[in-house]
């Protein structure tokens, strides 16, 4: 990528876009940028920073969450680590349809309080049925019912993402342990990326989130959990915050069924490869070409 500015990507994307449909893409965006600070419109892509310039950036954001939310926090930036790709499998006869999973990401990912926001949304679905577009992810009686399964629906971190390629600014792409991340200092707000994912996977920002300073999650890096701007898209990212240090994603570390499977695809003595090789597994919408890393299967 050559070195570009914010303000120069968004002159690619105009001259690349009619008039009419930039101005429409860009409408969430005018107000957000009207309490941009400088340094953050003319930052520099992720990939394009130095060291120094990174831990500057940080620590900006760290000052930054300080003054808005009155919390100090620590943004990190972990990197993937060598012979890691990951995968992430899912047994739908023991998920009971709780939500913990999607709480436990509300609060990890320090999502907006107002909007109860979670990159996790757990469809109830009648036996026999596998179009989660058919589910209903609204149910509100206790759980399980007879005659219901229920799938939980995430970012799947596509191989072959369709997000990544429609972003006009390269905002968006795949890191070598399969993770699809998102520089939101880059974001322009254009949220081609929610309409291209098949799976409704990625959430916008309309407003400036809302979390108690008491509520919020310190541990954070740049690229996963820290505090979303307003007018941005957002996605898991398998709490790369985490994951990538060795530890598991919040969502299966609070599942009450056991349920959820993470590991290394490239490890052949890891809990995820013995999953594959030994159940029946599926991905959603196969047709498509997207070559998930998510796995579902059912015991029986």
């Known amino acids: 990528m050559p070195n570009q500015t914010r303000r120069r990507a968004l002159k690619v994307v105009g001259a690349t876009l009619g008039a009419a449909a930039f101005a429409k893409a860009m409408e969430p965006l005018s107000e957000w940028e009207e309490g ?16 120094e310039e990174l831990q500057e950036v940080i620590a900006r954001l760290e ?9 100090d926090v620590q943004i990190r930036d972990v990197r993937p680590q060598e012979g890691v790709e990951f995968g992430y499998a899912l047994n739908l006869s023991l998920c009971i349809g709780c939500r913990a999973c999607a709480d436990a990401c509300h609060h990890e990912n320090n999502h907006d309080r107002k909007t109860n926001n979670s990159y996790i949304r757990v469809f109830e679905m009648t036996q026999g049925s596998l179009d989660f577009e058919n589910g209903d992810p609204n149910y509100d009686h206790p759980v ?25 600014v390269q905002a968006t792409w795949k890191e070598r342990d399969g993770v699809v991340v998102v520089d939101y200092n880059w974001c322009i707000g254009c949220r081609y990326c929610e309409a291209a994912c098949p799976y409704h996977a990625r959430r916008f920002n309309w407003s400036a989130p809302e979390v108690p300073a008491e509520e919020i999650n310190p541990d954070q890096a740049y690229l996963s959990n820290r505090i979303r701007p307003q007018g941005v898209v957002e996605k898991c990212t398998f709490c790369l915050h985490r994951t990538r240090e060795g530890r598991l994603p919040a969502c299966l570390e609070a599942c009450p069924t056991g349920a959820r499977v993470f590991g290394n695809l490239l490890d052949p003595d890891s809990e995820i490869r013995w999953v594959l090789a030994n159940k029946r597994i599926f991905v959603l919408k196969e047709e498509l070409g997207t070559r998930p890393r998510f796995f579902y299967f059912f015991d029986k």
């Not at 941009?36 to 060291?51: I, R, T």
């Not at 399980?144 to 006009?168: E, M, S, T, W």
């Open 144 to 168: 399980p019912q007879p005659g219901k399964f229920y799938l939980p629906v995430q970012c799947q971190q596509c191989d072959n993402a369709p997000c990544v390629r429609v972003c006009p």
């Open 36 to 51: 941009m600070n400088v340094d953050a419109f003319l930052q520099k892509h992720y990939k394009e920073l130095s060291d």
């Open 63 to 71: 000052q930054e969450t300080l003054e808005k939310y009155g919390r």
